[in-house]
């Protein structure tokens, strides 16, 4: 009896061991679920965390999340933009897994967002991003490192006793959401849809990795009557699209080479949106004509 006991309490211990967080542990939603992703009032939102399976930021057949706030006037969870996730997969001890960032994959639709991770700890310790990741609305699938050592955290509610380093050892609720200023509980309050893959528990910054994400450079910005768009390497099928700030389309063209030049002389003044596209990924940055 004692070893069936024994051998009972190191399957649960293997089981719990397996269950938290771990280093490089990956929720790609190629399950067809959401993998415990959700928002705190289901029933009050436009459009639920769901799983889309197809048109992810590899393409045909690449499941991802998806979802849709309310009008912010309707109120309540699903005017906020957050999800967050507080399964054991998300939970226990970041610290000594040597997780030091989150990257996933993102897309926004209607309005841009300031995104940021939240995590909290013991006796609701909660802490939150101090520097947001700006995404533009309309840019296409987009690669991002948000950096989780103790050090990129402002404090944002519980028990003071408990510190930063405590809550990241102990996390029991991790959350995605958008704000101008770190936050727990008043995220933004927007209209806008969030698209989500490959969300990492990553033990590196890779800060080579992400810059590859965003292979084009323009100069000069602010431009009067030229602009310089630069390549960092050679695409196949590279198509260059730019849109006014209505989503107007005004120019396109093929490119070819690593160096154009776009004479926008005659464009009126404002924001555009300047937009790479190849057969494998879409990038965009902003562009201001004076």
Partial sequence: MKTILLFLTCLLISAAALSQVSANQVDDFEDGTTQDWIIGNPSGAASPPVN???????????????????????????????VFNAA????SNFTSEGIVAIKFDVRVLTNDLNLR???????????????????????????IIIPISASNFTAV?????????????????????????????NPDTVVATINLDNITASTTLSTQ???????FEISPNPAISKLNINLSQNFDRTDIIVYDILGKKIFSKKLNGLSSQID?????????LVRISTNKKTLTKRFVKQ
């Avoid at 991770?117 to 690669?143: D, E, L």
């Fill in 52 to 82: 889309v399976a197809t048109e992810g930021p590899d393409g045909v057949d690449d499941n991802y999340l998806t979802y849709t706030s309310t009008p912010p006037e309707t109120g309540g969870a699903g005017s906020k933009m957050i």
């Fill in 209 to 215: 990795e992400f810059t590859s994400k965003n292979e």
């Fill in 88 to 91: 054991i997969q998300w939970s």
């Fill in 157 to 185: 509610g519980g028990s003071g006793a408990v510190s930063i380093s405590d809550a990241l050892a102990a996390v029991n609720t991790m959350r995605i959401l958008s704000s101008d200023t770190p936050t727990w509980t």
């Fill in 264 to 272: 926008v002389s005659k464009w009126n003044s404002g924001v555009y």
């Fill in 117 to 143: 991770v939240a995590f909290q700890g013991p006796n609701g310790k909660r802490i939150c991003t101090t520097n947001a990741v700006n995404i533009v609305a309309g840019s296409g699938w987009q690669s």
